[in-house]
């Protein structure tokens, strides 16, 4: 299934009329330049292309009052001095004689896009609209933002689908104030935002923007704010924050869809944010979202005002949702002082409320809700100072690399006597093994997988390695007599050919004899085994008490642990072995199959046993992109598995930064 992409040029014909600081970034040009480097890249043509419409009276008073919705249809008809009255009833929004016509375009564009994603028309979407609409509330407009489209769009899919738990994810540098409003006491809409916040000393200034705003009545737990202390936030900032707060809260709350409140006044160089996370942290964020509901996401423009950034950060957002291989992110060094407190204030907020945060820490010492009253003044210093060096106008940054798209996707190496699966392409051609290589395979390997057909398979899998290295496949899936014996060949196989592989071993292994220090090599291995001794910078044993068929506990080493830890490590190839008996659930296997898409381009190689091919299936469907099923209701993790996890944290934090969650 595809890509939906809404996009009408009649939502560029609406502009500020008169002089007013506040509002004068928000310009038609942000649509236009959007779309027109979509077209430019191709990307646009690789669309369905789905026609706007104006949403509804009806639709509109899901959220609005009609007192509201009375007043803006009189805007059309307004002199120019009636128009700035009207507004001044409003904050830093400004009305225009076509802007109630864009607002009905912008909601309706953001239903046209929920009516695509759940009749199965397309896979996914991006509607690019104006106005906005996340700080506009049920009587009030707001923050450029005219009707809320997410919120109606969240509404109108619990009413017309039946749809039971929306998950609404706000990247957009400013909180979604009107959003928060409409769902707070609601438990089948989970908000989450971050945003500027500087201790309430950022528009909007608002108190509830704050961590503790948890949600009210029954949406208690629901609403889940991460506020940003300081500019400057980077790339691993926000990854942190989606590992260790979104993304287990998420799988949690297991939504039928995700709608996302896509602003990108959060990437560098934009002037409301003054963040330095690259455009191409969206390609991962929207990626990380994506084995949520089915693969079924919505993404609806918000804000974004530095041209360049916007128009890189949509194509970003696009690709990966047209499921090319995503970039590579180099050097995380792991969250900042700020964002760790944030990060530790808002998992300690919640930690009452879903038990994948259940042993999160205490909050920090320094409270930092309480900080805004006294730094104030010393916070207006610091921010007069650094004023000039932080200016975004001198941000540069370099241009997202290119994503191309191997010509095969999924390539096998199979006993010849094994079907291949539907999508796969089979590697039969293989050219014999330097006679060297194969000499050391021999001595190598401990069994007598390197005999005559042995010798054939690894040849084959050489081959395969070479084409995912040359990028001609993106990933590939192997079948083996002994995974033992072929790990240790894998390892001979690529030690020349990249720099680093990361390999995540699911199940028990008798003895790993795969542990290098140089680095070359990282071994996480999650399985029942409680091999702490063994444990080192490179080789990370988690256990889990009841081995891998927990998929709470599995789902909360994946993200606790194996995420942070891959985008740190930023591997080359990624090498994941199913020891046979592993337990691991099929939706589970498919989910970590398309979470570890995210690192290497996509170069994941699945080494299995023979006797486990009943589960070639599942693998071939997420290798080949296919969204994983949604996990089953997840039960609360055995309490030792999250207290051990927390403690391999602290302890690991050392050497890994991106493991930290307490400052
Ligand atoms: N320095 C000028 C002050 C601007 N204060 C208002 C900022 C509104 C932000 C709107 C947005 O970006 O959140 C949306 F997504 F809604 F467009
Ligand atoms: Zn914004």
Redesign the pocket.
């Given at each position: 299934m595809g890509t939906a992409l809404l996009y009408d040029e009649e939502m560029t014909k609406y502009k500020l009329l008169w002089v007013d600081?506040?509002?004068?970034?928000?310009v038609p040009e942000r649509l236009t330049v959007s779309y027109e480097a979509l077209v430019r890249s191709g990307l646009s043509d690789r669309c369905i292309s789905v026609p706007a419409r104006e949403a509804s009276d009806s639709e509109i008073l899901l959220v609005h009052s009609e007192a509201y919705l009375e007043a803006v249809k009189k805007t059309p008809y307004m002199t120019l001095e009636d128009l700035k009255e009207f507004t001044l009833q409003f904050?830093?929004?400004y009305f225009h004689p076509n802007i109630y016509h864009c607002a009905k375009l912008a909601s309706g564009s953001a239903l046209q896009l929920v009516d695509s994603v759940m009749t199965g028309k397309v896979r996914n979407g991006i509607a690019l609209v104006?106005?906005?609409?996340?700080?506009?509330m049920h009587g009030a407009a707001?923050?450029?933002?005219v009707f809320n489209n997410v919120a109606i769009a969240a509404r109108y899919a619990k009413q017309k689908y039946g749809v039971k738990r929306v998950l609404i994810v706000d990247w957009?540098?400013?909180?979604?104030q009107g959003v928060q409003y409409c769902f707070e006491d609601d438990p089948s809409v989970l908000y989450f935002s971050w945003h500027r916040y500087e201790h309430q000393n950022f528009?909007?200034n608002l108190r509830e923007s704050d961590y503790d705003s948890v949600g009210k009545e029954s949406g208690t737990g629901f609403n889940v704010n991460v506020p940003w202390n300081k500019v400057g936030m980077e790339n691993s900032d926000y990854l942190s924050v989606f590992c260790h707060v979104l993304l287990p809260v998420a799988y949690e709350f297991c939504p039928d869809l995700v709608l996302v409140?896509a602003?990108f006044?959060s990437a560098i160089g934009d002037?409301?944010g003054e963040m330095c996370a690259t455009p191409d942290i969206f390609a991962h964020l929207t990626h990380l979202l994506m084995n949520l509901a089915g693969g079924k996401l919505c993404a609806v423009?918000?804000?974004?005002?530095n041209l360049t950034s916007l128009a890189q950060s949509v194509c970003q957002t696009v690709q990966t949702l047209l499921g090319d291989p995503l970039p590579q992110l180099a050097n995380l060094r792991g969250p900042c002082k700020s964002a760790i407190e944030s990060l530790q204030c808002a998992r300690s907020a919640h930690r009452r409320y879903w038990s994948f945060l259940k042993h999160a820490a205490d909050p920090p010492m320094t409270d930092i809700s309480t900080k805004h009253i006294k730094s104030t003044m010393e916070e207006e210093e610091k921010r007069e100072m650094a004023e000039e060096e932080r200016c975004t106008e001198g941000k540069v940054w370099p241009e997202p690399p290119e994503r191309l798209c191997p010509p095969v996707c999924s390539g096998s190496v199979l006993p010849d006597d094994v079907a291949c699966p539907d999508g796969l392409k089979r590697l039969s051609s293989s050219k014999d093994l330097e006679p060297l290589l194969v000499s050391k395979l021999k001595n190598r390997s401990r069994t007598a997988a390197v005999d005559g057909d042995g010798v054939t398979t690894f040849s084959r899998l050489y081959t395969l390695i070479e084409k995912l290295v040359a990028n001609e496949i993106r990933n590939g899936l192997v079948l083996v007599p002994d995974v033992t014996a072929a790990m240790c060949v894998v390892q001979d196989l690529t030690s020349d050919l990249v720099k680093r592989v990361l390999v995540v071993c699911v199940g028990k292994e008798k003895e790993l004899d795969y542990v290098t220090t140089d680095g070359k090599v990282l071994v996480v291995q999650i399985s029942s085994e409680d091999n702490e001794e063994q444990r080192s910078k490179y080789y990370i044993p988690v256990c889990l008490k009841k081995g891998c068929s927990d998929t709470s506990g599995f789902i909360q080493a994946v993200f606790g642990l194996l995420l942070p830890l891959g985008y740190e490590y930023n591997p080359d190839l990624v090498l994941l072995v199913r020891m046979p008996g592993s337990g691991v659930v099929d939706s589970m296997w498919q989910q970590l199959i398309g979470l570890l898409q995210g690192f290497a381009k996509g170069h994941t190689l699945v080494l299995m046993q023979v006797n486990e091919k009943a589960s070639m299936g599942s693998t071939a469907s997420a290798l080949l992109g296919h969204p994983a099923p949604p996990l089953q209701e997840l039960q609360t993790p055995f309490p030792e598995d999250g207290d051990a996890l927390e403690r391999l944290r602290e302890r690991l934090q050392a050497d890994w930064k991106m493991l930290q969650t307490t400052s």
């Open positions: 600081p506040a509002c004068k970034i928000e904050g830093d929004v104006r106005p906005p609409g996340h700080h506009s707001n923050g450029f933002c957009d540098i400013h909180h979604g528009w909007p409140c602003g006044d002037p409301e423009l918000e804000g974004g005002y």
